[in-house]
């Protein structure tokens, strides 16, 4: 055997239709063996609360190790795992294939499906997941919708943080009347000189993006047509990231049969399929073909998604950005979301911002804290706020004057966490946009 893994990190296949795989007692035993192992290596300790909250437990046991930390405190370990990915992709020196076969992330999902199906996770989380549902309820009542969930309206944010356990400081997405597809029925005129002439897209709507920030797809299809790619909005429903998160992953199934089958026929007709926000492509590349790993329709869609920012990074390097970009003053910081780094594509977002004449680009890899619905509920929007700690440092270090990310969440936890009583938290920005703006969209 190896110390550590000079391989590429490998991942099984999600064995969730096994009866075996929601089994307490089987996995308690594994939570053992990897809590057993990560406790004689740390090198993880500083990536999320996970780690400290695991090691504490087995500093303050009366032994001193993990045999006299009582299961019942497990929990907190896996209660405060993000589902980041970075301790599997850059960290964890024993993932597959090294023979200790450890994938502290996917142990993590195991335990929260084993407490989903038994009924316990919390009725707000729940709710909260249902990201296309709550956002298609709120459309026709929009502006209500918003101003019960400001900040600003501080009597109504402490009931709701005392019936649904929602952070009453935390800055809540807001709602829009008119989503991405009612705002884009008229195509846009494709420049016919554009290095992309002839190529056609299909843009993934993605929850956010349809119902609280169209904006990201407006800017999307505008910068697609200025460089002569035909593209249109699809939104044929939720990836299920929101379901995964706490481990409901029946229904991740189901979005990812409904979804993928209905991007087969839009593929074979031509269209590339684009995600513009990080976990969608996740998603849609890697977690769908671990847990439905004979579908060939989720094969089929996984061999053929892009990110937004690679597809036009391979469109920069091939034929070339279609002219006209112009400088953006003050520089720009780009955060790294977790999901983008867990795709192994590299910095795609930056590498294209960079094709900006005379503008600073710098990057930001740590992660955000978000996490979801872990940035929202007050239960652990501490944890969220002490990881931002560590990307906020590099932004100050980086004095930009913009801030995007291609996780729409991550950018929003971050403008809050660095705002001021005379600086109120700008909108989240997608790379996306900022091409946009350079070039005078």
């Known amino acids: 055997m190896a110390e550590g893994s000079l391989g590429a990190p490998t991942r099984h296949n999600i064995d969730w239709?096994?009866?075996d795989y929601f089994n307490q007692d089987a996995i308690d035993t594994e939570l053992e063996r990897v809590f057993d192992i990560c406790h004689g290596c740390r090198r993880c300790f500083n990536l999320c609360e996970s780690?400290?909250?695991?090691?504490?437990?087995?500093?303050?046991a009366p032994t001193g190790e993990l045999d006299s930390v009582p299961k019942t405190q497990f929990t907190k370990v896996v209660d405060a795992c993000t589902l980041c990915d970075m301790c599997f992709m850059t960290k964890c020196p024993y993932v597959p294939p090294h023979e200790f076969d450890l994938?502290?992330?996917?142990?993590?999902?195991?335990?929260?499906?084993?407490?989903?199906?038994?009924?316990q996770t919390p009725l707000t989380v729940r709710q909260l997941a249902n990201?296309?549902?709550?956002?298609?309820?709120?459309?026709?009542?929009?502006?209500?919708a918003n101003a019960l969930a400001s900040r600003k309206d501080k009597i109504g944010r402490a009931v709701l943080e005392a019936t649904t356990g929602i952070d009453r400081d935390v800055?809540?997405?807001?709602?829009?009347?008119k989503t991405l597809t009612d705002r884009?029925?008229?195509?846009?005129?494709?420049?016919p000189d554009g290095p992309g002439f002839g190529r056609k897209v299909a843009l993934f709507a993605s929850c956010?993006?349809?119902?609280?920030?169209?904006?990201?797809?407006e800017a999307t299809l505008a910068v697609l047509a200025h460089n002569g790619i035909e593209a249109n909005v699809f939104n044929p429903g939720c990836c299920g990231m929101p379901y995964l998160e706490h481990g409901n992953i029946a229904k991740v199934a189901d979005q990812a049969t409904k979804?993928?089958?209905?991007?087969?026929?839009?593929?074979?007709?031509?269209?590339?399929?684009?995600?513009?926000?990080?976990?969608?492509g996740l998603m849609m590349k890697f977690e769908w073909p671990l847990i439905l790993p004979e579908n060939e329709d989720v094969r089929f869609l996984s061999a053929h998604i892009k990110d937004i920012n690679q597809y036009l990074v391979e469109l920069a390097s091939g034929p070339g950005l279609a002219d006209g970009l112009r400088p953006i003053e003050g520089g720009i910081s780009v955060h790294m979301a977790c999901h983008s780094r867990a795709q192994n594509m590299g910095p795609k977002a930056a590498e294209l911002l960079r094709n900006i004449p005379d503008t600073k680009v710098d990057v930001v890899e740590r992660c955000a804290g978000h996490g979801g619905t872990f940035g929202v509920m007050k239960a652990s929007r501490g944890f969220a706020k002490k990881t931002a700690r560590y990307p906020l440092r590099d932004l100050k270090k980086q004095d930009n004057a913009h801030l995007c990310s291609d996780c729409p969440l991550a950018c929003k936890h971050l403008n809050q966490e660095r705002e001021t009583p005379d600086q109120p938290a700008p909108p989240p920005l997608h790379p996306v946009q900022l091409l946009a703006k350079a070039y005078g969209f």
Not at 131 to 144: D, I, M, Q, Y
């Open 17 to 19: 239709q096994n009866p």
């Open 51 to 60: 780690f400290p909250i695991l090691f504490d437990l087995i500093d303050d």
């Open 103 to 119: 994938d502290f992330p996917h142990l993590m999902l195991r335990a929260r499906a084993a407490a989903h199906k038994d009924g």
């Open 131 to 144: 990201t296309e549902r709550n956002g298609k309820l709120a459309r026709p009542v929009a502006g209500l």
């Open 171 to 177: 800055e809540l997405p807001k709602y829009c009347s």
């Open 184 to 191: 884009t029925t008229e195509p846009l005129s494709i420049n």
């Open 208 to 217: 956010i993006g349809q119902y609280n920030l169209p904006e990201i797809g």
């Open 259 to 280: 979804v993928a089958a209905a991007f087969r026929t839009v593929i074979e007709d031509g269209y590339t399929p684009i995600a513009s926000t990080a976990s969608c």
